[in-house]
């Protein structure tokens, strides 16, 4: 969750959505993400909507505290039910990120999900997953939450080396997150994914490497890579700033990515999202194909997205104002926005050409046709899907994969 909200229109007070949002709603797919925004300590690196208990301290009071967090995030799903109406689907994901959300008991996450059931209902092979710290899950808690209903879980990797643990300031041990591998397959948990950062200051090709086959080791069936994205305002840009530590290229982050897209491969893995690699299609992250897609999914929690048949709002970003919202009866967005239909398109091909069946190259307008045309003379997109009417990043293009969007959006 971005800790920077946009501008929209007023968020009508109990939410009403128009009447075309749900217009053949039964036709796409319905899913949840609830965003619990505490953490125990703030990594260097994060810019989401997360706040440590010091950060909260005198702002917000009782109304910010995780200890009734489960409750309050429940009224908003409550006040989904209310929102849809009689829409007969039930819901197809969903999704507990952060923060961490594993810093809430593993009852509350039941609870938050119990609750998604009981007004909604789930899809008989429903796709629920939650984010976890490594430091904080043990066998016990896993073995809850396997048994209250999720059957998906991503750990927070981010490296095997020390020393880039602590560029980023994370706070779990090298290991912890093989281990934990382990611990959720024990209990019962057939998806498991492990996120790494890569492009780390001071980081080497040797700790990539190292990383890389550490987290294959462990055995997940899903892995997902980003390059690291130094934010304004954070820990980390203040220190690139004072030139306490460098800043990665370009170049070292493109070679990052060939290691990676080598290194899984070869492990069995396949690339079906620019950043995310899986061992099977029933392996990949069916919430975040919602996404890139462009289905409907409501966004639960402080400054949490929701999207519902090109209408997409926000909610306020505070726990304490969130949770004042919703215990005075109102709905807790800060702003929404009705998405023109060449709005709609232009989304279409950012998203879906990150993806491993492209996009259609109906999509595109004239001048993005033509640049399609270099890109294909230029061998970034692939010839084959070319030719049935698809534009399919190579591997190569997948490396300048933001320049050829921008290119085919025209």
Known sequence: MPSVLPDGEPMPHDGALPAHALAGAAERPLGFYLHVPYCATRCGYCDFNTYTAT?????????????????????????ARKVLGDDPRPVRTVFVGGGTPTLLAAGDLVR??????????????AEITTEANPESVNPQYLAELREGGFNRISFGMQS????????????HTPGRPEACVAEARAAGFEHVNLDLIYGTPGESDADWQASLDAAIGAGPDHVSAYAL???????????????????????????????????????????????NWATSDAARCLHNELYWRGADWWGAGPGAHSHVGGVRWWNVKHPGA????????????????????????????LLELRLADGCPLSLLAPAGLAAAQRALADGLLAPEPFAAGRAVLTLRGRLLADAVVRDLVD
């Not at 950060?55 to 006040?79: F, H, I, K, P, Q």
């Not at 938050?112 to 092979?125: C, H």
């Not at 994205?229 to 070679?255: F, K, S």
Request: charged letters at 35%.
């Open 322 to 349: 969130y949770a004042q919202a919703l215990g005075d009866g109102r709905s807790p967005g800060a702003g929404r926005e009705v998405l023109p239909a060449e709005d709609r398109r232009v989304e279409r091909i």
């Open 112 to 125: 938050m999900l119990g609750a998604i059931r009981d007004e909604f209902g789930l899809a008989n092979d």
């Open 160 to 171: 095997a080396k020390q020393h880039v643990l602590k560029i980023l300031d994370r706070t």
């Open 55 to 79: 950060e909260l301290r005198g702002s917000g009071g009782a109304l910010a505290s995780r200890d009734n967090y489960a409750d309050t995030l429940v009224e908003e799903v409550r006040l």
């Open 229 to 275: 994205i130094v934010e304004e305002g954070t820990q980390l840009a203040r220190r690139i700033r004072r030139g306490e530590v460098p800043m990665t290229d370009d170049d070292v982050h493109a070679d990052r990515y060939l290691m990676t897209e080598s290194a899984l491969s070869a492990a069995g893995f396949e690339w079906y999202e620019v950043s």
